[in-house]
């Protein structure tokens, strides 16, 4: 029987998953918005592919092969994308990036559309393609309608909207299906940076009619880092430029003799040599996890986990939040700072105690997962309440 929660939401009876998560004890892990910890099943996936490799090294390739091949159909399901052959593996979220930002032809004067909070990542290889001519909006997200203001930005010139999902900073979720239908109104191509919702919110590439989408593992989908996703829409793989070539990309894969060669025709043309195999062995393990629970459990549970945090930290006297409280507009991340505190000092307490998380944008950035137990946050809460300053 399916039991009710707060705020009406329909949560099945849960397994306990500390099993799953056999992290330290006494250890508060709020940072899975920086590097998560690995299920235990990914733990032993990796330890099974090193004990066979100490004892047989490659000689069941081919059984390797089906991992990887699951892998693309599980990050395939999560994406909603509508082939796996829309699928590459990549090593992280900045190379699929720089495969779109070098990929695409410009023209002098086109614009790139981003927002002024994007990580890194997703503003530097944009800024890289000035020596083209290409010039870099940036659109302020602080308004009461962060979409209207980016698809307002995108004018005449615009060939590209590049945005976080969910912003690494204040967690910001953006309305993914309406900026698809704004930007094919305008003819822009939509392209996610997805890393802080993959994993932790569905996706759907195709209702909001993504161009591109990226991702690494090592976040909400618990894998190691090292291995991500670029998912690249049918009609546009030929349109970006290849920059990277080897034997693994061709069509005609594993012939090695043969003289004429052209790209996969699937995704794979962008993964140019061998594959990180050690790196799928895990996370198609991590994603088996999060294909058993479902994704709309584990971003409900997650809700629950970050409304949990928000009502205790409102308890505390100085706390600003930095983050929307409306569940709508965020995923996993909530980040607080607190009058008279600096953050630093807030990082560093908080560590002590055992409590990991990370000091981004305005404040300290917690970023719970599904399995996060309630005694976990409360532990928490209560290690930030005992901090003293000075
Ligand atoms: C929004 C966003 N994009 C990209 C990255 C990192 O990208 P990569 O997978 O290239 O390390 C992060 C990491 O914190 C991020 O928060």
Same mark, same amino acid.
């Given at each position: 029987m399916p039991v009710q929660r707060q705020n009406a939401r329909i949560i099945d009876p849960m397994p306990n998953f500390s099993d799953e998560f056999p992290l330290a004890p006494g250890l508060c892990y709020l940072n899975h918005a920086a590097v998560a910890p690995w299920p235990k099943r990914a733990g032993e996936a990796v330890r099974r592919f090193a004990e066979e490799n100490l004892g047989i090294g490659a000689r069941d390739y081919p059984d390797w092969l089906k991992v990887e091949k699951r892998l693309r159909e599980r990050l395939m399901r999560l994406l909603n994308a509508s082939s796996s052959a829309d699928i590459a593996l990549v090593k992280n979220t900045s190379e699929a990036l720089s495969f779109v930002a070098f990929g695409l032809d410009w023209r002098p004067g086109d614009q790139v559309v981003i927002s002024d909070e994007e990580f890194p990542s997703n503003r530097i290889v944009w800024e890289a393609l000035k020596p083209r001519g290409v010039e870099v909006v940036q659109v302020n997200?602080?308004? !009461?309608?962060p979409e209207g203001a980016l698809l307002a930005a995108c004018g005449p010139r615009t060939r590209l909207l590049s945005i976080s999902s969910v912003q690494f900073a204040s967690g910001l979720r953006l309305d993914l299906p309406r900026l698809g239908a704004g930007c094919r109104a305008r003819g822009v191509l939509l392209c996610v940076d997805a890393i802080q919702q993959l994993g932790a919110q569905p996706l759907d590439v195709q209702a909001c009619d993504c161009a591109f989408a990226m991702a690494d593992g090592h976040k909400w989908m618990l894998g190691p880092e090292g291995l991500g996703v670029f998912y690249c829409r049918s009609d546009l793989r030929e349109r970006l430029a290849l920059h990277e070539f080897g034997w693994h990309m061709l069509e005609h894969a594993g012939d090695y003799d043969r003289p004429d060669w052209q790209p996969?025709? !699937?995704?794979?043309?962008?993964?140019?040599? !061998?594959?990180?195999m050690l790196g799928a062995m895990a996370l198609e393990a991590s994603l088996s996890l999060l294909e058993e629970v479902g994704m709309a459990q584990v971003a409900a549970l997650i809700e629950e986990r970050v409304l949990q945090l928000q009502e205790g930290l409102q308890r505390l006297p100085g706390v600003r939040l930095h983050s929307p409280l409306n569940p709508g507009r965020r995923a996993g991340i909530l980040t607080f700072s607190r009058d008279g505190w600096d953050n630093q000092a807030l990082f560093a307490g908080l560590r002590e105690r055992q409590v990991v998380c990370a000091q981004r944008g305005k404040g300290i950035r917690l970023s719970p997962h599904f399995y996060t137990e309630p005694a976990v946050i409360e532990q928490s809460l209560a290690a930030l309440g005992q901090l003293r300053q000075g």
């Open positions: 997200l602080g308004g !009461s309608d996969a025709r !699937s995704a794979r043309r962008f993964e140019c040599g !061998s594959p990180n």
